[in-house]
């Protein structure tokens, strides 16, 4: 690839309204000067079960849980007991594939055929480290890793028969990047040799997300501020050489910490990560998840120097989400509930963002503009995007209008490839542009004439 960019090469939608062959110019430029596209990332749970494939319910059945006070516990009595599958799950929406097992293949196709149609670079996969359980649930992600990366592998040989390029040459559409999620016992060392075992594991393939710029692979850290800034620095090593450094080294990447705040943000940065993300879809969950504070922490970000892996400004990372209600399992949590408001919410979170991209800072001149979406299917946080459908005793996606239909499944899917075209640009969209007529042809967003 190219050597890093100097110049920023922002394709924000303020060009949109230029007459076409000046669109083209813009697109010309773009790739001249070297700068990728604006990414999206979108973030995805590989957690759930079925007794089909897995012997037994695995999150639909989640149970409600406790508060940490009694007296508060104490009020809701469904505390302590499962959601139970298929009629009652833990979730505000129901799924349109109804409650689905992450090793079902054919599921795992048509997420991945979605994930493409709206235009996401890349899954951000929810992983538990070789050792780690996702929650008290007992289920351990990586134990449906194997059947997540034999899916990915079989659904881009069929893209790459598709499109009648040689899977060997084929650049995938869609990539992954290892969303590195805490787990009990999980320390500085732990980490890091689960990172060491992704890199070595996948290295070869060209489905894991690599940076457009530098070519490392992207990590993003959930939890990161668990973990002490004078430990990450004797991985990330910000200033000086040490025996655990990973920069420059066969295992080096772009590691993304979580922010919840300004301190946070500070530390992750002396920490030596190269940036970090809001993560939550509850406007207002935490300082940094707050959309009115985000032009803030785009500043803060950019002014503390450099990533070593990105060798652009440390980076703010903005995740959007259509909504969030988790009071299914956590019925005491309804102050962090967002209502979708016929899809105003996630309007509003995405035109936050937007801004970001629009009207950078001076000091983020170079930055490779990142959107994340919270969530793909994180069901039980009522964050998804994935289609759901019209049930008794749970909420309803918004219409699309057409007469006799209440709700669309694909309410969200469309609006997210609305967004993204936006957030992408004319050079995104271009890109684009051949996937989505089969997209739109084949497993589209479009709901089957029949009714569901
Ligand atoms: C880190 O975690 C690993 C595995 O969980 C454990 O074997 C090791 O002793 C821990 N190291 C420290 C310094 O706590
Ligand atoms: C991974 O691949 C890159 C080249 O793309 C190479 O520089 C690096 O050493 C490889 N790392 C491992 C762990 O194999």
Redesign the pocket.
């Known amino acids: 690839m190219s050597a890093p960019a100097e110049e920023p090469c922002w394709s924000g939608s303020s060009s949109l309204w230029l007459p076409f062959f000046l669109l083209q110019l813009v697109a010309f430029a773009s790739s001249v000067c070297g700068a990728a596209d604006a990414q999206v990332h979108v973030f995805y749970y590989m957690w759930y079960g079925s007794p089909e494939h897995d012997g037994g319910w695995k999150h639909w059945n989640h149970r409600v849980l406790p508060h940490w006070q009694q007296e508060v516990t104490d009020l809701y009595r469904h505390v302590g007991t499962n959601h139970t599958p298929p009629a009652d799950i833990h979730a505000p929406f129901y799924p349109l594939l109804g409650p689905y097992s992450s090793r079902d293949a054919n599921l795992l196709s048509q997420h991945m055929d979605w994930l493409v149609g709206i235009g996401a670079d890349a899954l951000v996969l929810s992983w538990h480290g070789i050792?780690g359980g996702a929650d008290g649930e007992g289920v351990r992600t990586h134990r449906n890793l194997n059947h997540f990366v034999r899916a990915l592998e079989r659904k881009i040989e069929e893209w790459a028969a598709r499109k009648r390029v040689p899977v060997g040459d084929f650049d995938p559409p869609l990539k992954v990047i290892f969303h590195m999620e805490p787990y009990r016992?999980r320390?500085i060392?732990?980490v890091q040799y689960d990172m060491q075992f992704i890199v070595r594991t996948f290295n070869d393939t060209r489905w894991l997300y690599r940076d457009p710029i530098t070519r490392l692979p992207w990590f993003y850290l959930y939890d990161s501020y668990h973990i002490k800034p004078a430990l990450w620095q004797q991985v990330l090593c910000p200033e000086a050489d040490g025996p655990g450094c990973v920069r420059g080294s066969d295992i080096d990447g772009v590691f993304m910490g979580l922010c919840l705040d300004g301190s946070s943000l500070i530390d992750a940065a002396r920490a030596g990560f190269d940036g970090c993300y809001s993560y939550f879809a509850s406007d207002g969950f935490t300082p940094a998840s707050t959309t009115s504070r985000w032009p803030w922490f785009q500043q803060e970000a950019c002014s503390q120097g450099r990533g070593m892996g990105t060798k652009r400004p440390f980076q703010f990372i903005p995740c959007v989400g259509p909504g969030y209600d988790d009071t299914k399992i956590r019925p005491w949590n309804k102050a962090t509930t967002r209502q979708r408001k016929n899809g105003a919410y996630f309007a509003q979170m995405w035109d936050a963002a937007q801004l970001l991209q629009e009207e950078p800072p001076l000091d983020c001149k170079g930055q490779l503009p990142v959107a994340g979406l919270t969530s793909f299917n994180e069901w039980g946080e009522g964050s998804q995007i994935e289609p759901a459908v019209e049930r008794e005793g749970y909420h309803t996606y918004p219409s699309d209008e057409r007469p006799g239909r209440k709700g669309d499944p694909y309410f969200f899917l469309k609006a997210s490839r609305e967004y993204i075209d936006r957030w992408k640009g004319p050079g995104g969209e271009a890109a684009r542009r051949e996937w989505r007529e089969e997209w739109d042809d084949g497993k589209g967003v479009r709901p089957p004439d029949q009714e569901l």
């Open positions: 050792h016992g320390n060392t732990s």
